[in-house]
């Protein structure tokens, strides 16, 4: 009889501690957000501002590539080329090195991808990188081809902490060449040429454009009409956070 009692109340307070640690894993969740949207459209803008308010980090790859060009690493010159005509980097690099970073800074409660993942491959590799209970909210920011030559070429960007600025449409405070977030130095980037944003944007449509109906079923699915002012399009963003939170 002893013996049954104490079977019982272990198996009671086995369920009891599972109920517990499944409630914790629904409130820790990690939430993992994916800015998708042809070059140009708004990524990294929206990406700095989300950060700053959700506080979550913002992971973009072009900057890690814009980082490891800058110092010359092994990983930037055999990035610099492909960058430069446009092209993208092959998967393998870029899955290891924005996996390595990932764990590197032990960013397990969630993050902001910004230009990844960008063919169906690298969206497979993800999927598998990712715990099983992430939460995944895909922000896809639509707009014409045509409006973003314009947006790219007078695109100017924050050499230290890569927050994007625009010549006519967001130009640096007082016209100066220093960000005012970190004080760095204000430059523009070698693809942002006329000829290599035309690349880029048939890049976008052959291999990026097909990872949107790829991750359609396997996250939350957010369209913003990117073609409006900065000012809107990030508040239509933060409204559909709030409505699929
Ligand atoms: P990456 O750095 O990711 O470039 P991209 O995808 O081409 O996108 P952009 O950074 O040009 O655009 P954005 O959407 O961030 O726009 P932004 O907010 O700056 O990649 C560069 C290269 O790295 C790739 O070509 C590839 O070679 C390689 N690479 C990177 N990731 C890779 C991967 N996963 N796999 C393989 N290769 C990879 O805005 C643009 C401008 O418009 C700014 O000046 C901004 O101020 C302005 N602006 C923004 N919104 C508005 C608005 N609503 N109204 C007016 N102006 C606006
Ligand atoms: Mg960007």
């Known amino acids: 009889m002893k013996k049954i009692v104490i079977i019982?109340?272990?198996?009671?307070?086995?369920?009891?501690?599972?109920f517990l640690y499944g409630k914790y894993q629904m409130k820790h969740k990690p939430l993992v957000i994916i800015m998708?949207?042809?070059p140009g459209a708004g990524k990294g803008t929206h990406a700095t501002?989300?950060?700053?308010?959700?506080?979550?980090?913002?992971?973009?790859?072009?900057?890690?590539?814009r980082e490891n060009i800058k110092q010359n690493t092994d990983l930037g010159k055999k990035a610099k080329s492909l960058i430069d005509k446009?092209?993208?980097?092959?998967?393998?690099?870029v899955n290891q090195m924005l996996f390595d970073y990932i764990n590197k800074h032990k960013y397990f409660s969630g993050y902001i991808l910004d230009g990844y993942p960008r063919n169906v491959d690298q969206a497979i590799a993800l999927e598998k990188f990712l715990p099983e209970n992430t939460k995944l909210l895909v922000i896809n920011l639509r707009i014409d081809d045509d409006l973003l030559v314009e947006r790219i070429t007078g695109r100017l960007m924050c050499r230290k902490c890569g927050k994007p600025f625009h010549k006519t449409f967001s130009p640096p405070p007082n016209n100066q060449n220093i960000c005012d977030d970190c004080g760095g130095e204000i430059y523009q980037r070698s693809d942002?040429?006329?000829?290599?944003?035309?690349?880029r944007l048939e890049v976008y449509h052959r291999e990026t454009k097909p990872v949107l109906n790829y991750l359609k079923n396997k996250a939350k699915f957010i369209e913003i009409d990117a073609s409006q002012s900065k000012e809107k399009v990030y508040k239509d963003i933060l409204l559909e956070i709030e409505k699929n939170k």
């Open 8 to 18: 019982l109340t272990f198996i009671v307070l086995s369920l009891f501690l599972m």
């Open 86 to 93: 446009g092209v993208l980097v092959p998967d393998d690099i």
């Open 49 to 65: 501002e989300l950060s700053k308010d959700l506080k979550l980090p913002h992971i973009s790859t072009g900057d890690l590539f």
């Open 192 to 199: 942002d040429t006329k000829e290599v944003v035309v690349k």
């Open 36 to 38: 998708m949207g042809p």
